[in-house]
């Protein structure tokens, strides 16, 4: 009997190695080509801050950057997207690796679904046009119980899309736990410190963050990085999350990270959120990617395999 559940167990590690390997992820193609670098996000089970946000359960990755305008562009000719994004002619130009702002959150969940389409995955989010005052508008739906990738504890997201927009709990972990801090623990600020960052306009400057400025630096010139890699999740653009949020009955999503003008440091610590719905010239975004669900299903067998063995030794 040991031998099957081994297999099981070798069959788990060589899935996770696989996932995690595959961080620079291509779409488009031709001229029209551009790739997203995905960095892993691993430690799955560690607990939440005092916030009451960050604990994931598995292994994901999630952009190294923002969503640039140059992915947009590319991504609307490939596509019919046709999204449109904020002149930021006011704020230090509209350069091609400057960050995707002025989205929606529809918007950027169109942006996650073709992403999914077209590498032939699952759309992640239900989004159909209903007529609202007489006016054509997108709206986002739950999944529901009886459709494929239907998940009881996020009714939105389907459990079998490959890249979805980060959750509040999945992008406050990029931004703040270090598995190396006291074991695993969070630090205050997105870029390893619970000291208030240097404020800078652009650079790589360990520490700093794009904030305090007259306008944004480019996606992968935009300060010090978190544990994890990730960059410029305080400062630059805000960005959008997939959490929901309800006030007076209404749902909006969850922001995060202020915008690379705001100088107030308290809105960079990891208990600043707000909620918006729709898009503003300092909103952007970057996009998580989950595993396969059979690399989810191995995850199980090879966990359950491991439990049957402790218990027969014991």
């Known amino acids: ?50 916030t009451g946000y960050g604990q994931v359960n598995y292994t994901y990755n999630i952009g190294k950057y923002e969503i640039s305008r140059s992915i947009i562009e590319k991504a609307n000719a490939a596509s019919s997207l046709n999204l449109t994004m904020a002149d930021l002619t006011n704020y230090g130009g509209n350069s091609p690796n400057k960050p995707a702002t002025g989205l929606s959150w529809i918007d950027t969940a169109k942006f996650v679904n073709w992403l999914n389409t077209s590498q032939g995955y699952q759309a992640a989010y239900k989004i159909e046009q209903r007529t609202v005052a007489l006016a054509s508008v997108d709206v986002v739906l739950r999944w529901g119980s009886n459709e494929n990738g ?10 079998n899309a490959r890249y979805v927009l980060p959750s509040a709990d999945e992008w406050h972990k990029a931004a703040f736990y270090d598995p190396n801090k006291n074991g695993g623990g969070y630090w205050l600020y997105p870029n390893q410190n619970d000291t208030v960052p240097t404020k800078v306009s652009g650079g790589l400057l360990s520490g700093s963050v794009v904030n305090g400025q007259s306008g944004p630096a480019d996606v992968d010139n935009a300060g010090g990085t978190s544990a ?17 949020s ?5 749902e909006y999503r969850r922001m995060v990270d202020p915008m690379w003008g705001n100088g107030m440091d308290f809105m960079l610590q990891s208990s600043y ?6 898009g503003e010239d300092s909103i952007g975004f970057r996009v998580a990617s989950v595993p396969e669900p059979s690399a989810l299903s191995l995850l199980a067998i090879g966990l359950s395999g491991l439990a049957m063995m402790r218990r027969r030794r014991s």
């Open 150 to 159: 239907f998940d009881s504890q996020n009714q939105f997201r389907n459990s």
């Open 246 to 250: 309800v006030f007076a009955g209404n």
């Open 228 to 244: 994890y890699g990730t960059m410029a999740q305080g400062g630059n653009a805000s960005e959008f999350t997939e959490t929901v």
């Open 1 to 50: 009997m040991l031998r099957p559940l081994c297999t099981a167990i070798v069959l788990v590690s060589f899935t996770s190695i696989s996932f995690a390997q595959s961080l620079l992820q291509t779409f488009g193609s031709g001229a029209n080509a551009f790739s997203i670098d995905f960095v892993e996000i691993g430690n799955p089970g560690n607990a939440s801050d005092n």
């Open 273 to 278: 959120s707000v909620s918006r719905f729709e």
